[in-house]
T-cell receptor, first 118, second 113 residues
Framework: GAVVSQHPSRVICKSGTSVKIECRSLDFQATTMFWYRQFPKQSLMLMAT?????????EQGVEKDKFLINHASLTLSTLTVTSAHPEDSSFYIC??????????????FGPGTRLTVL | AQSVTQLGSHVSVSEGALVLLRCNYS??????LFWYVQYPNQGLQLLLK??????LVKGINGFEAEFKKSETSFHLTKPSAHMSDAAEYFCAVSERGGNKLTFGTGTQLKVEL
């Protein structure tokens, strides 16, 4: 149980285009989802926290107009990188949390999406 | 603000030797603490977590960690390293009942024959 998937696993796009990454909780309802980015050989940095049905909360320094997050259902959150540029190339990882019960304090991580912007 | 410090960005051990990965945390109140493992180009897998029950926490794959409040540490150990343990390990901290995880900078574990 507690499986989180991400799609696509890899994406290569041209500078200036927008890319959408999906994060799904496959066997549980995720009241909260998190988006992280990870640069090569570095740690995960939290970008934003999203609760189902409400606006995402962005971390300081993360442009909300550039990284659009939608959490429209209890099993799906999307991250759209708008007008992507080479500096947005990174590994994007989502995680999901049930929000209550014994697993409520645990985040389950997706396998990540490697974004390369040419 | 909470933070974790992982001493040693790279650790190398021989197969069969003890694994010790260090993590120290900074928090005004006892936090929740986690260890995750990441294999190349993959997401994170939870190894173990401390949430105020027993201070010695046993996780998957033979790993364990001990919460030491006096030392503000949560070091990860495994008695005997296996080649398959080679990966990146992250220590993380969160507030009790809180949302956010704050990660350390990671330790790359190399296991040699």
């Amino acid at each position: 149980g507690a499986v989180v998937s991400q799609h696509p696993s890899r994406v290569i796009c041209k500078s200036g285009t927008s890319v959408k990454i999906e994060c799904r909780s496959l066997d549980f309802q995720a009241t909260t989802m998190f988006w992280y980015r990870q640069f090569p050989k570095q740690s995960l940095m939290l970008m934003a926290t999203s609760n189902e049905g409400s606006k995402a909360t962005y971390e300081q320094g993360v442009e909300k107009d550039k990284f659009l997050i939608n959490h429209a259902s209890l099993t799906l959150s999307t991250l759209t990188v708008t007008s992507a540029h080479p500096e947005d190339s990174s590994f994007y990882i989502c995680s999901a949390r049930e929000g209550s019960g014994g697993r409520g304090n645990e985040q389950f991580f997706g396998p990540g999406t490697r974004l390369t912007v040419l | 603000a909470q933070s974790v410090t992982q001493l040693g960005s790279h650790v190398s051990v021989s197969e069969g030797a003890l694994v010790l990965l260090r993590c120290n945390y900074s928090s005004s109140v006892p936090p929740y603490l986690f260890w995750y493992v990441q294999y190349p180009n993959q997401g994170l897998q939870l190894l173990l977590k401390y949430t105020s029950a027993a201070t010695l926490v046993k996780g998957i794959n033979g790993f364990e960690a001990e919460f030491k409040k006096s030392e503000t540490s949560f070091h990860l150990t495994k008695p005997s390293a296996h080649m398959s343990d080679a990966a990146e390990y992250f220590c993380a901290v969160s507030e009790r009942g809180g949302n956010k995880l704050t990660f350390g900078t990671g330790t790359q574990l190399k296991v040699e024959l």
